[in-house]
């Protein structure tokens, strides 16, 4: 176990299981995983598996939470530099390709590509499942909710310029939501990076209060981070 991985509250054994859900989910997929996969990829009795859960769907759901869980530890709406603490969340779910941010990883999360591709196969499920719906929805309306009001807070330290900072937090979580499909899907990677780079033009030119969104827009200007 890592022993810089984030604390969910979990015990020991079901760590090791959501551990052994992201593994077998990344090698199977979601149409072809099994509890017999599952338990491959577990260093204890599989039949610890069904202690804990009742069938793999159950636990799927206890993955799902376990994810929200994830992402809800890696932002923090009462961090002392709000701004800091938004670019943060945005180099976790976005890191640059030459690992230049300063923590592109969360801690605990070495292989983000593989969990990413995991978490974009079980959002797709939403489109059918209502357990799943209700499990990202809630997890994509704290993260709106935390990054408008980490908003909030440098538009009234008047680093930020007045928005509605609900609105610009919805624009960054499309953004972010957005890129990340191009990433995992590999359909466009050019395009990933490029909206990639948008994200940082709202962080560097446009939200700044003294930013100069038109100049910076029309000049030629290196974006590369």
Known sequence: MHE???DTGRSETEQAIMDATLNALAKHGYADLSIQNIGTEFDKSTSLLYYHYENKDE????????????????????????????????GYVLPAKDGSCERSTPPGLDELDIFQRVIFELRTQALHDEDYREKFSEMEAYMIETVSALIEREIEAGNYREMDAEMMAENLMAFLLRTLDMRVTQTRPESAEAMRKSVYFLLDHVMPI????????????????
């Open 4 to 6: 810089d991985r984030i």
């Open 210 to 225: 003294d930013g100069q969104p038109g100049d910076v827009a029309t000049s030629d200007v290196d974006l590369d981070l």
């Open 59 to 90: 636990l799927l759901l206890a993955f799902l939470d376990y994810v929200i869980d994830l992402y809800v530890a890696t932002i923090d709406p009462d961090a002392d530099d709000p701004d800091a603490e938004i670019r943060k969340f945005v």
